[in-house]
């Protein structure tokens, strides 16, 4: 992929997300190499920049790059497994046996090459991931030009990857280490969840985090049943757990967090942590519906992930962003709440802000990183367009990404993968999908 010197876009509508509510006609975006150099008039842009090369974009809605703050890639090659099963029954029975069978670097890299393929396609140019072997996810992640946040994970039984909590989390930072500079690619700590990590390691991955300064991506409070057995086993819930190991800081995402109290809200709006909301992944594996209305309003950063292909079943980032929307409605009986600007900002710089990047993505504004997406309006049933916040929101859907941009790369262009090298990695990746699900059946 080539990255472009210098390029301005001339779209019908600019929606920065910073400042907030706000959509620009009549601008340019221009990039400069990785970055955005101006957010300005197009008039003034074209004489300040005269000979750039210009690309009209007319009836397209430019946007920040989407963030997926929830992903298990790889699981890409257990979509549809063990479909209709209730999220206990599903890992214990389905994906954990898979995934013992299955998981090493290869089927991460395949896997999570067919994600990242799904997620750009639709707009997503960053994606927080949890899974073993992250070394595979970060070269799928390169190899189609994605910002990828990996996941260090621990939990507390040996796999394939590690054998212990220590072996796990050396095997990350020895990963994150080797991967300092590169401009793509970010780290958080990923212990599982507290149900399948112990107190010993809750704690040094807290001590890790506030040493390293990392954020703590880990699923929380998913199900009722999860509260009921660590008040059965621990004597309290699982967030309470997280806060005497240290855990309930700015630095944590709670991935889920279906069943929270008030007071559990509280404590996470009181410490800035935030939350990764799922909503497809907890309707279909009926964990129930998260109180994003409260978290929202006692002030807890949300953003939006889609989980893994196997319990969603799709990547479908703006689909999620919708549902989230109308879920919040219809649970606190108020349709004002969680309206289009904000739930833009809970895909854009609201996740960007979870991970600590929110000075580098997240919103179109100078000095930024030139992560953008062009969704094309023009489509019969995208028409008319009162309002093209709430049209992304409520109509759009990712057949309309037409164009993305990151870190100044163009990496889809007209809803194409925008290099023969990607393209050539997803086709063989295509082709080695029959081999996989013909183990995982097998097996």
């Given at each position: 992929?080539?990255?472009?010197?210098?390029?301005?876009?001339?779209?019908?509508?600019?929606?920065?997300?910073?400042?907030?509510?706000?959509?620009?006609?009549?601008?340019?975006?221009?990039i400069?190499?990785?970055?955005?150099?101006?957010?300005?008039?197009?008039?003034?842009?074209?004489?300040?920049?005269?000979?750039?090369?210009?690309?009209?974009?007319?009836?397209?809605?430019?946007?920040?790059?989407?963030?997926?703050?929830?992903?298990?890639?790889?699981?890409?090659?257990?979509?549809?497994?063990?479909?209709?099963?209730?999220?206990a029954?599903?890992?214990?029975?389905?994906?954990?046996?898979?995934?013992?069978?299955?998981?090493?670097?290869?089927?991460?890299?395949?896997?999570?090459?067919?994600?990242?393929?799904?997620?750009?396609?639709?707009?997503?140019?960053?994606?927080?991931?949890?899974?073993?072997?992250?070394?595979?996810?970060?070269?799928?992640?390169?190899?189609?030009?994605m910002?990828?946040?990996?996941?260090?994970?621990?939990?507390?039984?040996?796999?394939?990857?590690?054998?212990?909590?220590?072996?796990?989390?050396?095997?990350?930072?020895?990963?994150?280490?080797?991967?300092?500079?590169?401009?793509?690619?970010?780290f958080?700590?990923a212990?599982?969840?507290?149900?399948?990590?112990?107190?010993?390691?809750?704690?040094?991955?807290?001590?890790?985090?506030?040493?390293?300064?990392?954020?703590?991506?880990?699923?929380?409070?998913?199900?009722?049943?999860?509260?009921?057995?660590?008040l059965?086993?621990?004597?309290?819930?699982?967030?309470?757990?997280?806060?005497?190991?240290?855990?309930?800081?700015?630095?944590?995402?709670?991935?889920?967090?279906?069943?929270?109290?008030?007071?559990?809200?509280?404590?996470?709006?009181?410490?800035?942590?935030a939350?990764?909301?799922?909503?497809?992944?907890?309707?279909?594996?009926?964990?129930?519906?998260?109180?994003?209305?409260?978290?929202?309003?006692?002030?807890?950063?949300?953003?939006?992930?889609?989980?893994?292909?196997?319990?969603n079943?799709?990547?479908?980032?703006?689909?999620?962003?919708r549902?989230?929307?109308?879920?919040?409605?219809?649970?606190?009986?108020?349709?004002?709440?969680?309206?289009?600007?904000?739930?833009?900002?809970?895909?854009?710089?609201?996740?960007?802000?979870?991970?600590?990047?929110e000075?580098?993505i997240?919103?179109?504004?100078?000095?930024?990183?030139?992560?953008?997406?062009?969704?094309?309006?023009?489509?019969?049933?995208?028409?008319?367009?009162?309002?093209?916040?709430?049209?992304?929101?409520?109509?759009?859907?990712?057949?309309?990404?037409?164009?993305?941009?990151?870190?100044?790369?163009?990496?889809?262009?007209?809803?194409?993968?925008?290099?023969?090298?990607?393209?050539?990695?997803?086709?063989?990746?295509?082709?080695?999908?029959?081999?996989?699900?013909?183990?995982?059946?097998?097996?």
């Amino acid at each position: 992929m080539t990255t472009s010197d210098r390029l301005l876009l001339a779209p019908s509508w600019i929606a920065p997300v910073a400042p907030f509510n706000a959509v620009l006609t009549e601008h340019a975006i221009v990039i400069d190499g990785t970055k955005i150099a101006e957010v300005c008039p197009l008039d003034e842009a074209r004489a300040r920049h005269p000979g750039i090369a210009e690309l009209a974009l007319p009836g397209h809605l430019i946007t920040p790059g989407l963030v997926n703050l929830h992903t298990h890639a790889a699981m890409s090659l257990l979509r549809g497994l063990g479909d209709d099963l209730p999220l206990a029954r599903w890992l214990e029975e389905c994906i954990w046996p898979a995934e013992a069978r299955l998981a090493g670097p290869d089927f991460v890299a395949d896997g999570a090459l067919l994600a990242a393929h799904e997620m750009l396609r639709g707009g997503v140019t960053t994606f927080n991931d949890m899974y073993f072997f992250p070394e595979a996810t970060a070269s799928a992640a390169r190899a189609l030009g994605m910002r990828a946040a990996l996941g260090l994970i621990v939990i507390g039984f040996p796999t394939a990857y590690a054998s212990s909590p220590g072996e796990y989390l050396r095997k990350g930072l020895e990963l994150r280490d080797g991967c300092a500079g590169d401009p793509l690619l970010s780290f958080c700590l990923a212990p599982h969840a507290p149900y399948t990590v112990d107190d010993e390691t809750l704690r040094r991955v807290a001590v890790l985090a506030d040493e390293l300064d990392l954020p703590v991506h880990i699923h929380i409070h998913e199900t009722a049943g999860e509260v009921e057995r660590s008040l059965a086993q621990h004597g309290m819930r699982p967030l309470a757990r997280l806060d005497r190991a240290g855990l309930v800081t700015s630095h944590l995402i709670g991935v889920h967090a279906v069943h929270l109290d008030h007071e559990e809200i509280a404590l996470l709006a009181g410490r800035g942590a935030a939350v990764a909301h799922c909503p497809h992944s907890n309707l279909k594996l009926a964990s129930g519906i998260a109180p994003v209305a409260q978290l929202l309003e006692a002030g807890v950063t949300v953003g939006i992930g889609t989980d893994s292909s196997a319990s969603n079943n799709r990547l479908d980032l703006l689909g999620e962003a919708r549902t989230a929307a109308l879920l919040a409605k219809g649970a606190s009986g108020r349709a004002e709440v969680w309206p289009a600007p904000a739930v833009l900002r809970a895909l854009t710089l609201d996740g960007a802000k979870a991970l600590g990047l929110e000075a580098s993505i997240g919103s179109i504004e100078p000095g930024k990183q030139a992560d953008l997406v062009a969704f094309d309006f023009g489509a019969s049933e995208l028409q008319p367009v009162y309002d093209p916040l709430s049209q992304l929101i409520y109509a759009a859907g990712r057949e309309h990404v037409a164009e993305v941009w990151i870190a100044g790369q163009h990496v889809v262009k007209m809803r194409q993968l925008g290099s023969a090298d990607a393209v050539r990695a997803v086709r063989e990746v295509v082709a080695r999908v029959p081999v996989w699900q013909n183990r995982v059946v097998s097996a």
